[in-house]
């Protein structure tokens, strides 16, 4: 019996660190998205304390790192300073003079963010145990047009501060827990005696639609002896080490430098459960010193659709739960289960009716900002297509003025290996401008449980290529 799979599209085309980290303390594994430290603007500064709990203990901070979601991303001419503080909270917004009131500048320098990125210290900072740490950031100037994102916890105390200035470094008064109303999340390395901790995670912190087939990778120096890996979907489990989240015991250290754990074949699964957060850490052993453990590690699986019939719009409804264009400047790229390219801008919605209750959205690509010989894909989630289904959708090349064949293409294509590879099952490339959508239908058998569509938009001379809907 053939099942149906309906995607109710209506498309329109327009056309800085060494190998081995030493080990750290990661503070805040929230995943709200901000500008801070850096900021949008061309001038400014992010000021945000760290309690004497969140540091835990007296060390030398040798290196830190903020988590950046839009990378790469290259700033000129940033400023880091540490200063030990009795206060948890700022007590107002006000900007501090840093040589005037006992901060010690760390860093100085262009700075590169992209992913978890480490920022080596000139001056390492020898934090005393007792007080809370204040890290105070200035950007003297970025180039504006970058718009860096990092990834934040909530906060609801003024535990952060920043000040702003297009035109000028600011020195007044700033603004107190700025919006998103949350602290940037930020990692403390410092220097220890035994083995560096396992390094490299492979999925990284945070990294999010994960595949249900991953492995688990990371780094070991040869010191190390001995391993042990806790795995789950409980994080306090996993922060305890308990043993029910012991996937690895004590394994020993054969010299690899990268280990590889395959979980599915350790937790006897085909594949791991769909849209989950999964929390892993790894303790390491020289049989000498005490183990050192990592920071508990989060990911977060992709979604796989197995339920069928399926219908996809592009509503840009914030409470559906399958939404494709997550809506907005500060767009959050974890909010989609879908996948298309951020930078530049490529896929999008277009609203059609009267605002705020339009009547239509499409999914549309305009090719004036694009790249010559290039392809911009829209990406599905992953679907379970074993055995025999339909897929049907709408789409429509078209624009006001002339088509010319030959200027643009868009492809319908089909991967049965996570993306992998494709193979392409429909190609529009009309002759003349379409002003109606085209039907399209078809059967897919036997593709899988990794099976993606996705619509991929070549671009053959923007000058002359038309605008593409779905």
């Known amino acids: 019996m053939k099942k149906i799979f309906l995607l109710s599209l209506i498309l329109v085309a327009l056309f800085s660190g060494s190998l081995f980290s030493q080990p750290y303390v990661a503070i805040g594994d929230g995943t709200v998205g901000t500008s801070y430290p850096v900021s949008y603007s061309g001038y400014s ?27 790469p991303k290259t700033t000129t001419n940033q400023k880091i300073y540490m ?31 992209n992913g978890v990125t480490d920022i080596v210290l000139q001056t390492p900072f020898e934090y005393n145990g007792t007080d809370n740490l204040i ?9 504006n047009s970058l718009y860096p994102s990092f990834n934040s916890t909530t906060s609801s105390v003024n535990n952060n501060k920043s000040g702003q200035g297009d035109e000028y470094f600011p020195t007044g008064t ?23 901790p396992a390094s490299n995670f492979i999925p990284d912190n945070n990294e999010f639609k994960v595949s249900l087939n991953t492995e688990l990778k990371f780094d070991l120096e040869d010191k190390v002896k001995n391993y042990t890996v806790y795995f789950g979907t409980t994080k306090s ?47 390491v052993t ?28 592009f509503s840009q409804n914030l409470d559906h739960q399958d939404i494709v264009f997550y809506p907005g400047y500060y767009s959050d790229w974890t909010k989609t289960d879908w ?26 690509i305009a090719p004036y900002s694009l790249t010559d010989g290039e392809s911009y894909s829209l990406t599905t989630p992953r679907f379970d297509l074993t055995g025999d289904y339909e897929v049907s959708f709408y789409w429509m090349n078209g624009s006001l003025s002339t088509k010319y064949n030959g200027y643009d293409k868009t492809y319908f294509e089909v991967s049965s290996d996570d993306g992998q590879t494709w193979e392409v099952l429909k190609t529009l490339d009309a002759d003349v401008i379409e002003t109606e959508f085209q039907y399209v239908s078809m059967s897919v058998t036997n593709k899988g449980n990794a099976a993606r569509f996705r619509w991929r938009y070549e671009v053959i001379n923007k000058s002359s290529a038309k605008s593409v809907f779905y």
Do not use: M
């Not at 540091?55 to 901070?61: E, H, L, P, S």
């Open 45 to 71: 500064w992010y000021s945000f304390i760290l309690t004497k709990e969140e540091v835990a203990g007296a060390k030398k901070i040798i290196k830190i790192s903020f988590d950046c979601t839009n990378g």
């Open 83 to 113: 200063k030990h503080t009795p206060n948890t909270v700022f007590p107002d917004a006000n900007y501090e003079n840093q040589e005037s009131n006992g901060y010690v500048l760390v860093y100085s320098g262009s700075i590169t963010y």
């Open 135 to 143: 890290i105070h950031y200035e950007n003297r100037l970025v180039n």
């Open 174 to 196: 700033g603004f107190s827990n700025p919006y998103p109303n949350s602290r940037t999340n930020v990692r403390l390395y410092y220097e220890t005696l035994g083995p560096n």
């Open 237 to 283: 489990l996993v922060d305890s080490e308990d043993e029910s989240c012991r996937i690895v015991n004590n394994e020993a250290n054969e010299g690899n430098n990268t280990i590889t754990v395959n979980v599915l074949s350790l937790l006897s699964l085909d594949i791991l459960l769909s849209k989950t957060d999964y929390y892993w850490k790894v303790v």
């Open 286 to 313: 020289d049989n000498i010193n005490t183990p050192i453990a990592t920071a508990t590690s989060k990911f977060t699986t992709q979604k796989i659709i197995s339920d069928f019939p399926y219908n996809q719009n």
């Open 339 to 364: 996948s298309y390219t951020s930078t530049p801008i490529t896929w999008s919605c277009w609203q059609v009716g009267e605002a705020p209750n339009y009547t239509e959205f499409h999914a549309y």
